[in-house]
Nanobody
Framework: QVQLVESGGGLVQAGGSLRVSCAVSGRTFSIYGMGWVRQAPGKEREFVAAINWRGSSTYYADSVKGRFTISRDNTKKTVYLQMNSLKPEDTAIYYC????????????????????WGQGTQVTVSS
């Protein structure tokens, strides 16, 4: 059974940077697309970023485009989200997610392709 374990969340001032990581175990990491989804207090879960299984394409929500970067290291079975120029509205629980099916070559817009979720890591941006 796949396990996704996030780390690296915390408290940061507006304008600062933070990197969250997600270590994956229990499946062949390299053949699944990965992503990040966040949920702010009182709001619905929101797609943040995704990277395809090849690592050749990345997708971002408009709200984070140009500030966040998703990447993956297949040798470490880990996906990262580098967050720069953080804003108070980025405050949320950040969930690592993995595709339900391997070798997905479509476009990522929402959360429907994801079938596995981590427990989440809290990111708080103070103003």
């Amino acid at each position: 059974q796949v396990q996704l374990v996030e780390s690296g969340g915390g408290l940061v001032q507006a304008g600062g940077s933070l990197r969250v990581s997600c270590a994956v175990s229990g499946r062949t990491f390299s053949i699944y697309g990965m992503g990040w989804v966040r949920q702010a207090p009182g709001k619905e879960r929101e797609f943040v970023a995704a990277i395809n299984w090849r690592g050749s394409s990345t997708y971002y929500a408009d709200s984070v485009k140009g500030r966040f970067t998703i990447s993956r290291d297949n040798t470490k079975k880990t996906v990262y989200l580098q967050m720069n120029s953080l804003k108070p509205e980025d405050t949320a629980i950040y969930y690592c997610v993995a595709d339900r099916s391997p070798y997905y070559n479509g476009i990522y817009r929402g959360t429907t392709t994801f079938g596995s979720w981590g427990q989440g890591t809290q990111v708080t941006v103070s103003s």
